[in-house]
């Protein structure tokens, strides 16, 4: 490598992805992703064996990370609470204090933590910095970060909107704001990030006022697996009436909700194919996701009051056109204009999908979680 070079560590429950990227150049040098981390029939045991098959991948590359110009090691932790909202070098006591954070998201941080503990042992050398999907949205106004629940007990047990996915949405309205040539602080901006989790925001002059996952990644847009947003009232009934546990009940919001819960398939592609076939659930699955998705940017077009930009990002943001155009269609009367045939031309660059005329700008902008981690990282070594 002949810049500074940033290995990005993403750890989940269940996979392990890797990216040696250098951001001076913006260039990918190996990115790898190990799965199926402790399952039964896997030979990678635990987080310490994915770490080191991700090396020895790499390694299979030509790559030693002891001897290649890298500068610091970065790791996505999902929750940073209310503390940890800057990238943040990691020693022994932020480490602990993550540790407590974990009640917050027993599901997100545990493996993180895994895999910070495995790889500063790994490479002991280098610093290592932790960027938290929370951070971009600590500063939520007061009022969109408030749920109207017993304010006592929100205090006490530190509930309120942290916001999610927050790398995505920064990095993508920054660089919306630059392929629609005007500066940052001077658009109206809302951003629709539809992956395997999915998460919206209202951006205003580059300050995020509002986004759509809460407490948790699971309030909000429909999901692959996740409800979104539900009555809580459901929750109790379940519990009273189906004799379900907390754990169940959080389970099957969590893992099996969303499309895979309507319709028994979470990917777009297959979801698509069985709609071909008419198959009516993945339809009504698919109806159910357009919907809330339409609701949020209604919403958030109230909350901004007009927007300047709307823009799609992640896997189905970027590939599925018929998700794009069935979310705005229809709202001409709002300054938005799908061009179809743009819509549905494929790509994997920036591109705008309004009309010419559309006063808002409907935009495709591939997202790059990594090289944003990569970049945040440089900026606190
Ligand atoms: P993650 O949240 O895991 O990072 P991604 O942003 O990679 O998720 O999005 C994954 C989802 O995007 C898949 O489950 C699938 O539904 C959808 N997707 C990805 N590529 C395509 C494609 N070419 N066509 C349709 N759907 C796609």
Redesign the pocket.
């Known amino acids: 490598m002949t810049g500074r070079g940033v290995l990005v560590i993403n750890s989940g429950s269940s996979s392990l992805k890797y990216q040696l990227i250098q951001p001076d150049s913006e260039t990918s040098l190996a990115e790898g992703i190990i799965e199926q981390i402790g399952e039964p029939s896997s030979p990678v045991a635990d987080h310490d064996a994915a770490l080191r098959a991700a090396f020895d991948r790499l390694a299979d590359d030509g790559i030693d990370l002891n001897d290649c110009g890298l500068a610091a090691v970065g790791h996505r932790v999902v929750h940073g609470g209310t503390k940890f909202y800057r990238p943040t070098i990691l020693d022994d006591a932020v480490v602990a204090a993550l540790q407590d954070l974990s009640s917050l998201a027993p599901l997100h941080n545990p493996p993180a933590l895994s895999g910070i503990e495995v790889a500063r042992k790994m490479l002991p050398q280098l610093p290592h910095v932790a960027i938290f999907d929370t951070a971009y949205f600590h500063d939520l106004p007061a009022a969109a970060a408030t749920y109207a629940i017993d304010h006592e007990l929100a205090e006490k047990w530190r509930i309120r909107r942290y916001g999610f996915h927050g790398t995505s949405h920064q990095y993508v309205s920054e660089q919306a704001a630059a392929f629609v040539g005007r500066p940052l602080d001077t658009l109206n901006q809302i951003v629709l990030h539809l992956?395997?989790?999915a998460s919206a925001s209202a951006i205003a002059g580059g300050r995020p006022v509002d986004t759509s996952m809460g407490l948790t990644p699971l309030e909000g847009l429909v999901m692959?697996t996740r409800s979104g947003d539900i009555d809580p009232g459901i929750i109790g009934y379940l519990c009273r009436e189906a004799k379900l546990s907390v754990d169940d009940v959080e389970s099957m919001l969590n893992q099996r909700s969303g499309m895979l819960g309507l319709a028994g398939e979470?990917?777009?592609?297959r979801l698509?194919e069985m709609i071909q076939s008419g198959d009516a659930t993945a339809q009504l699955a698919y109806d159910v996701f357009v919907h809330r998705l339409r609701k949020y940017v209604g919403a958030y077009l109230a909350v901004l009051g007009h927007t300047d930009v709307v823009t799609f990002t992640?896997?189905?943001g970027e590939?599925?056109p018929a998700v794009r155009r069935d979310a705005l269609i229809g709202l001409g009367a709002l300054g938005i204009e799908i061009d179809e045939r743009r819509n549905d031309k494929r790509g994997s660059d920036a591109r705008r999908i309004s009309t010419d005329d559309s006063a808002v700008a409907v935009l495709v902008i591939p997202t790059n979680e990594e090289l944003a981690i990569a970049r945040d990282c440089l900026s606190v070594i």
């Open positions: 992956g395997n989790g692959g979470r990917d777009f592609r698509g992640a896997g189905i590939n599925v």
